[in-house]
């Protein structure tokens, strides 16, 4: 057996952008505070340089110089808040998402989450879906000291489920959350709902797909087993 058809014997997942399609409002939303602080930035400028990492990475990068804690984190608060106002409204998973928690449950694959979203973030999509007795492992941003493009967070996630990192499956949006879980030595699948596939794979993503659905045949029989 090859490293290319070793069975998986556990899943790690990205939140935002991933778990639940909700990138858009968290673009509009910065894009609205580079816009007050004078700052130009496009969505797309956010989802390419920022998505995946910490806000105290992401802000003094921004602003193009050191923040003191207090305005870090008036800024990250005010940020963060408009995002829940904009996206409250419309918390879901992603297509395919529950279906595919409920299989691995049934299979006995532990499953985790490795987010850089602070906690009032994951407690509005991880709370407010119910999904915390789902995962095993759920590991936030100030757990880990080096964001997304690092393979910290994953690492950690795979730490906190016993597993080898080549045996986790791990599943992100963001080229720089594809780039960190296969810096931990993780098979990746992109998730297009923010990113083209084609970036996806450069960045290192096995497989891309649009949402939960449908696996390819050989990522059905790695992660599920043969005939399934």
């Known amino acids: 057996m090859t490293p290319s058809d ?61 923040l003191d804690p207090e305005e870090l984190q008036r800024l ?7 995002y829940r106002t904009l996206y409250r409204p419309h918390l879901k998973l992603h297509r395919g998402a529950e279906a595919l928690l409920s299989r691995l449950r049934a299979a006995g694959i532990p499953v985790a989450i ?18 915390r007795p789902v995962f095993q492992r759920i590991v936030g941003a100030e757990e ?33 959350g594809v780039m960190s879980a296969r810096d931990a030595g993780m098979p990746v699948v992109g998730i297009t ?9 450069q960045a ?3 497989w891309t797909l649009p949402d939960f659905t449908t696996f390819p045949p050989e990522l059905e029989a790695r992660l599920f087993g043969a005939g399934v």
């Open 204 to 206: 290192g993503a096995l």
């Open 114 to 131: 490795a987010t850089a979203a602070p906690e009032g973030n994951r407690a509005l999509v991880i709370d407010g879906l119910g999904l």
């Open 76 to 82: 990250a608060d005010e940020k963060e808040g408009h």
């Open 144 to 176: 880990v000291s080096r964001g997304k493009p690092f393979p910290d967070i994953f690492l950690a996630a795979a730490r906190g489920l016993g597993v080898d990192p080549s045996e986790c499956l791990a599943f992100e949006d963001a080229i720089l």
């Open 6 to 66: 070793a069975p998986l014997r556990a899943a790690v997942f990205d939140m935002d952008g991933t778990l639940v399609d909700n990138m858009v409002f968290h673009n509009q939303a910065w894009v609205a505070l580079a816009r007050k602080l004078g700052l130009s930035l496009t969505a797309e400028d956010f989802q390419t340089r920022f998505a995946g990492r910490k806000n105290e990475e992401i802000l003094p990068e921004l602003l193009g110089r050191a």
């Open 193 to 201: 709902t923010t990113t083209t596939a084609v970036q996806l794979r």
